[in-house]
Nanobody, 126 residues
Framework: QVQLVESGGGLVQAGGSLRLSCAASGLPFSSYVMGWFRQAPGKDRELVSAINYNGGSTFYANSVKGRFTISRDNAKNTVNLQMNSLKPEDTALYYC???????????????????WGQGTQVTVSS
């Protein structure tokens, strides 16, 4: 049984930082692209960042470039999202997701991700 468990969300003031973590189990983690999505109330779920199977390729949405950093530890089956200089518009439910793909490319579309976590809430106050 595949499980993705997010942690690290919370309430932070604008300009602050949070580090999200996702612990994966039940899948060959090092063969999967890992992504972080977010969904704010009334908005579509959007891909924030993704990292390919060995960390050699990454993707960032334009809205978070230069502020967020994704990383993974295949020995620990974890993927992290370091979020700095947070803004109120970063407020959302953040999801960890897994897409099978031991290749250099990064999965960019929602439909490519087969496994999802339950989400962790990030709230940024102004």
């Amino acid at each position: 049984q595949v499980q993705l468990v997010e942690s690290g969300g919370g309430l932070v003031q604008a300009g602050g930082s949070l580090r999200l973590s996702c612990a994966a189990s039940g899948l060959p983690f090092s063969s999967y692209v890992m992504g972080w999505f977010r969904q704010a109330p009334g908005k579509d779920r959007e891909l924030v960042s993704a990292i390919n199977y060995n960390g050699g390729s990454t993707f960032y949405a334009n809205s978070v470039k230069g502020r967020f950093t994704i990383s993974r530890d295949n020995a620990k089956n974890t993927v992290n999202l370091q979020m700095n200089s947070l803004k109120p518009e970063d407020t959302a439910l953040y999801y960890c997701a897994a897409s099978y793909g031991p290749s250099p490319r990064v999965s960019l579309t929602y439909s490519e991700y087969k496994y999802w976590g339950q989400g962790t809430q990030v709230t940024v106050s102004s």
